[in-house]
């Protein structure tokens, strides 16, 4: 370990988080005093990513630990799921945290924005994991002697700030296309809702067994609109032969795509290569675990396939684009539970054929699903982008935070 944290720049010191911590333990039980509303760092709040939260102390029941502004949090229930939090500047009330936070305040050789993201580094993260006690994970907890044990980089203090100054404001950039990311989830949902159930033209409604929809269109069953075909058993025996077929399983098709990273090869005959050969324009909608859940296939590789928890939906004719669809199984089977089927892990729902097909769907014309499509896939568009964005913004932190601090590269090296 020692060697390790002492592969840094030659004006680097090495220090211990005890060394540096000088906040003494100290708890208090909240309920000796009712009244008081206390500034409470729990791990719900956290792990809802909220702010601390105001708590009056008849509220709190147990012993909690006295905190002082801009400590920093180790999660230790748990470690496996990171945890780190910086304890915010004083606000009038007193600030208490859950036990079951490591708290480190440093002295003035640290500053507490660098040692916030040195514990999410390398130097403190992946040696604190190993650092548990408890045979089931999920309570598993991080022995604190030991981790204020751990050896850390110290860098002269302006290289700290100056650190810290790059990784926030990564940091922000992320948490920007995260908020951008959520308002326009929740734009989307709000035109869903308009669109579904106003159209485009303002004409009348009419009530319908799927709610109310704009007077022009029809009402027509899945089977109407679709041929449905459901995929292929899966067996140990599908898989010995030569020419082995890519093909899709339930986990494969989310609400926001089909996902072909991950395809396992099971063999067809010739007979079932025709019956279960995906075209560009088919839906898949998943017969079980989370019911109802569709995408559209795009034709993203060129031979593939699906296994029997999926049904085929292929387009009898041309009066239903195939995305109108995808788009309206999202609306009625995630955001509003028309048809009331749902399935979770514990109360696993079922839908068969015999069920799926005299499910009603509203059909506007041809022109009017076009006009939809244009604003929903827009909004799709946006959120992809903005998606990509963050993924970018993410892969660039966790190099950074290496980098930085390893001292492999300095921020005066940083373009």
Not at 34 to 42: A, G, K, L, R, V
Not at 377 to 392: F, P, Q, S, V, Y
Not at 397 to 405: A, D, G, I, Q, V
Request: proline residues 7%; aromatic residues 8%.
């Amino acid at each position: 370990m020692s060697e390790e944290v002492l592969e840094i720049p030659l004006d680097w010191e090495v220090i211990t988080l005890g060394e540096l911590n000088t906040l003494k333990s100290r708890t208090l039980l909240p309920e000796s005093f009712p009244e008081e509303i206390f500034e409470y760092y729990s791990i719900p709040d956290y792990q809802n990513g909220e702010l601390p939260g105001r708590v009056p102390g008849k509220s709190i029941a147990s012993a909690k630990l006295v905190l002082k502004p801009r400590s920093v949090l180790f999660g230790k229930l748990n470690p496996r799921v990171e945890k780190v939090w910086r304890v915010g500047p004083q606000s009038g009330l007193r600030q208490i945290g859950s036990t079951e936070w490591i708290p480190v305040l440093p002295d003035d050789r640290m500053d507490p924005d660098f040692l916030f993201f040195l514990q999410w580094s390398d130097h403190v993260m992946p040696k604190a994991k190993t650092m548990v006690s408890g045979s089931t994970p999920s309570r598993q907890r991080v022995d604190p002697t030991s981790f204020y044990k751990i050896r850390v980089p110290l860098p002269p203090l302006p290289e700290q700030r100056r650190i810290a100054h790059v990784l926030s404001t990564v940091q922000e950039a992320i948490a920007q296309q995260e908020k951008l990311i959520r308002t326009t989830t929740e734009l989307k949902q709000a035109l869903m809702q308009k669109l579904f159930t106003e159209g485009l033209r303002g004409e009348p409604l009419k009530e319908t067994e799927i709610g109310m929809v704009p007077e022009s269109w029809g009402i027509v069953s899945v089977g109407q609109l679709f041929y449905t075909q459901l995929g292929k058993m899966l067996s140990p025996k599908a898989r010995t032969g030569s020419e082995p077929k890519p093909y899709l399983r339930n986990k494969n098709v989310q609400w926001d795509g089909i996902d072909t990273d991950d395809l396992y090869l099971m063999d067809f005959d010739d007979r079932e290569m025709e019956k279960f050969r995906l075209e560009p324009g088919d839906l898949l909608v998943c017969e079980g675990g989370e019911v109802g859940r569709t995408a559209l296939w795009r034709g993203a590789i060129e031979e593939c396939y699906y296994q029997k928890a999926l049904h085929r939906l292929r387009p009898r004719d041309g009066s239903i684009r195939p995305a109108f669809m995808a788009y309206w199984m999202r609306y009625a089977f995630q955001m509003h539970n028309i048809y009331g089927v749902t399935g979770t892990r514990t109360t696993i729902a079922h839908l068969p054929e015999i069920k799926l097909t005299p499910l009603t769907v509203p059909l506007p014309s041809i022109e009017e699903q076009d006009k939809m499509l244009a604003v929903l896939e827009g909004t799709d568009e946006k959120l992809d982008h903005t998606r990509h964005k963050l993924i970018a913004l993410q892969a660039l932190f966790r190099t950074l935070l290496h980098e930085l601090m390893t001292g492999k590269v300095s921020v005066g090296e940083m373009n």
